[in-house]
């Protein structure tokens, strides 16, 4: 079938390409207001020419008709560039996608330039590096963040980043299995599982899509799901410290966790993306826990410890112990997917994550927390001096604030209208997050004062 | 079902977490030559001791497990270190993997070190980019590549390389579509398949998986396949100049088949990496065919023609009027595809990138293609002069020789063990590849020299 629309987009090079073609003329019916049957004629400057609208007979993934809407933060990105049209004199302060904003410590910096400059040199030039990282960060991750809990080198997978793992670990589980999530939780374990084939359709009515088991984190569980209503799964996605409501697990906790998972024979993935903004004795790590290296994998990241937020870099942890019920190990089975899907972390941004791991780059990534963790407070503060219940803030760089029995994206709305800042509706992390906004603390010190100042003018 | 296994990587402190736990303890039947039911005891050093040998109750994903082997390229790494350990004292040159190895030009990693440094500046830094690539990027690529072919900025999504793309097309597509591909292939194409559930399981005696079309391309046919034997598929996977075979498709090939995608409704994934390696009048895009833009996607990268094989930076080109049998958009379904399972490339590579494209930039990417090309003379001539009917090489860096009636894992272990080269065996990228090696022309030019000498001595 072929239908006829405008285009002006040809130029008089590639509409020669048409010349002699049949491509043009086979018109079966034309959309309104437009003439049939038109030649394409050649002329030297781009002109508004008729061109065949044909379509394939590649029937459109089903999984991915089952997604809502756009992905969260892009749609955050498209409101927000509305928002500045209709406002292009305001001064709009992004607190939401959790982007960071504060310079990458030099010392880091400086190695990324080094080793750009070195692959100008015979000596320092390197083509592919292994997929799985280079030897000495993958060396460097395992000590820094792992050293006594019996995790080796070769359990290091590198990445450009957590979020592109959460979608390799998915291609690896494959369209079988069942996942449970917690909810409210980071769009991307959901979405990813969902194109993967994994789930049933979007209900509408419950605003969860089918086969995927939500586990309610709301503050009266003190965001912890109540496993004993939590139906068995094959995986588990858990994010500690979390994203969005800001909760770390405790020890506790999480030692029932792995227990839970032991006991239903599933796999943990674990996000610890936000682990060093942990300031109590919460666990940094999935592994601090006994037994989790037989049911846990660990994704984590760079970008919010450096403000590799651009620049990419990541990690997943799949320890040797952790295998399929045929005894198959699961890391074998992702350095597979590494292999083929994926073909390392950028080099240059390699040579800066191994200098993060450095006693002075660790030093200049605790002070990057450090201050995001002051902007924590002054957002939590700011919050609660208005009345407002706010959650997590402690242990992560994002408050979680209530706003019983309104919409999330109306209180979105409300933000960016009257006080031109950009927060996070918690409903677009699920429906328990639905009454709440995520803040991210995210931002120069300067913006987060002024975004404090509006806030109160708003709600005082 | 628990069993136990002997295990020394428990430090004190991790052994410390399996003090009052259960896991140990339940044990029902244990491995040949350990002993069981040994409880843990905490030392001060690492020791051997007993550790619980838990299985999971996920099930591998079949799609996994239906893969041979390991990928081509591991594998042949993994041969290379056998016979590095075997002759410690050889010299081993690779003309293997396609592995760049001359230096970046200094422009391209000066603008990347200075993009570095910037980072560490407020007006300098920037976090998460947009997930299709910087702006300037896109429209650098649109303009340079595809200038007058209707091709537009928004079109082009920035990669972190092409084989990442492959799968993330493969992603897209789903698991219910066929595919075609060249036989010989790039075997991404093939294995990516495999992971995503769209093809029946490997048959032995035909060296094919199942449900997918393999387009037979040999000295017979020109390297081009014989487009009325094979069948219609959803989805074409092209490679011209092609990798292994090194043959390009000529413009009046590339016509027919896109008017063979046309006929059937297929669309193709035109992988141009080597576009820059062509030296005579075959098109450099699939877009300069007519009526490419309703049937074609293309990937390309700037592995080849900057060095950036480690750097990591690539494209693919999604046009506007490539849609669905239902009339959905490619690129809008491909667009959530980027948006949800990668976060863009990173931001120092796009840096490096956009310079490539600079009138500066473009010049040494020329210089870097035609050193590799006089590399490629001369692995054509020494097979030539050795007798060797060799196809490939005008077009590509890649020279295709031709072993009539011998294995081509026999010929590369020939050629690793007398001569100490590494080659690539023809069969790892598809069964019509049986009989032949790929030999590559990326490699310092006195390595280059040194092979051709060795291949001299071996099969003069």
Known sequence: MALLQLSAHFSSSSCAFFGDDDVLSSTSKTLPLLRRNVKCRCIAEPVEMMQTVYKTKVSRNENMAKLQAGYLFPE??????????????????????????????????????????????????????????????????AETYYGNLGIQETDIFVSDGAKCDISRLQILFGSNVMMAV?????????????????????????????????????????????LSTVSKTDIIFFCSPNNPTGSAATR???????????????????????????????????????????????????????????????????????????????????????CTTFNGASNIAQAGGLECLSPQGLKAMHEVVGFYKENTDIVVDTF???????????????AWVHFPGR??????????????????????????????????????????????????????
Chains 1, 2 share one sequence.
């Not at 498209?78 to 607190?95: C, F, N, Q, T």
């Not at 980071?186 to 993967?196: E, F, G, L, Q, R």
């Not at 950009?422 to 987060?448: L, Q």
């Open 252 to 338: 506790e906790q999480l030692v029932r966790l792995v227990q839970f998972a032991r006991d239903n024979g599933s796999i943990i993935v674990y996000d610890s993306a936000y682990a060093m903004y942990i300031s109590d004795d919460c666990p940094r790590s999935i592994f601090e826990i006994p037994g989790a290296k037989e049911v846990a994998i660990e994704i984590s990241s760079f970008s919010k410890y450096a403000g590799f937020t651009g620049v990419r870099l990541g990690w997943t942890v799949i320890p040797k112990q952790l295998v399929f019920s045929d005894g198959f190990p699961v890391a074998k089975d992702f350095n597979r997917i590494v």
């Open 182 to 226: 917690q909810d409210p939780s980071y769009p991307a374990y959901v979405d990813s599982s969902v194109i993967m084939g994994q789930t049933g359709p979007f209900q509408k009515d419950v605003e969860k899509y089918g086969k995927i088991e939500y586990m309610k984190c709301t503050p009266e569980n003190g965001f912890f799901p109540d």
């Open 384 to 398: 609660k001096s208005l009345g407002f219940k706010v959650y997590g803030g402690r242990n992560a760089p994002y």
């Open 76 to 141: 955050i990105a498209r409101r927000r560039e509305v928002h500045m049209l209709k406002y292009p004199e305001a001064k709009v302060i992004s607190l939401g996608i959790g982007d960071t904003t504060e310079p990458i410590p030099e010392v880091i910096t400086s190695a990324m330039a080094e080793r750009s400059y070195a692959l100008s040199t015979v000596a320092g030039y390197s083509g592919y590096g292994a997929e799985q990282g280079e030897k000495n960060l993958r060396a460097a991750i």
């Open 407 to 460: 919409s999330s994206w109306d209180v979105f709305e409300e933000i960016l209208e009257k006080a031109h800042l950009v927060t996070t509706p918690g409903s677009g992390f699920g429906p328990a997050g639905e009454g709440f906004i995520r803040v991210s603390a995210f931002g120069h010190r300067e913006n987060v004062l002024e975004a404090s100042k509006r806030l109160k003018e708003l709600y005082m």
